[in-house]
């Protein structure tokens, strides 16, 4: 059975930092390539951050030098580090892992599973 449970969401101001976590089970944890997504009301999911086995990274042009995608392959969690958080960050941020060896992308093809999702609201 496979699971990805998100957390660490929560309501903040303008500027303020939040850590996003995704514990996940059933799968080479490792060997997985991993994504954070979001999706704002209103508007399509969009790829935030990803990461490949090997710690390669990609990231969307709107979080660059603010978020960080990190992996965890010992306690096999994925993180999100989201500092000086604007508003239009708002969204619900989910966890996704793709496949054995996959390369970091935004591609929804490229994931197979999904978490349910965790809540960010940045007011200002």
């Known amino acids: 059975q496979v699971t990805l449970v998100e957390s660490g969401g929560g309501s903040v101001q303008v500027g303020a930092s939040l850590t996003l976590s995704c514990v996940t089970s059933g799968i080479r944890y490792d060997t997985y390539s991993m994504a954070w997504f979001r999706q704002a009301p209103g508007k399509e999911r969009e790829g935030v951050a990803s990461?490949?086995?090997?710690?390669?990274?990609i990231y969307a042009d709107s979080v660059k030098g603010r978020f960080t995608i990190d992996r965890d392959n010992a306690k096999k969690i994925l993180t999100l580090q989201m500092n000086n958080l604007q508003s239009n960050d708002t969204a619900i941020y989910s966890c996704?892992?793709?496949?054995?060896?996959?390369?970091?992308?935004?591609?929804?093809?490229?994931?197979?599973?999904w978490g349910q999702g965790t809540q960010v609201t940045v007011s200002s």
């Open positions: 990461i490949d086995h090997e710690g390669e990274t």
């Open positions: 996704a892992a793709g496949y054995p060896y996959g390369i970091a992308t935004f591609s929804p093809k490229g994931f197979r599973w």
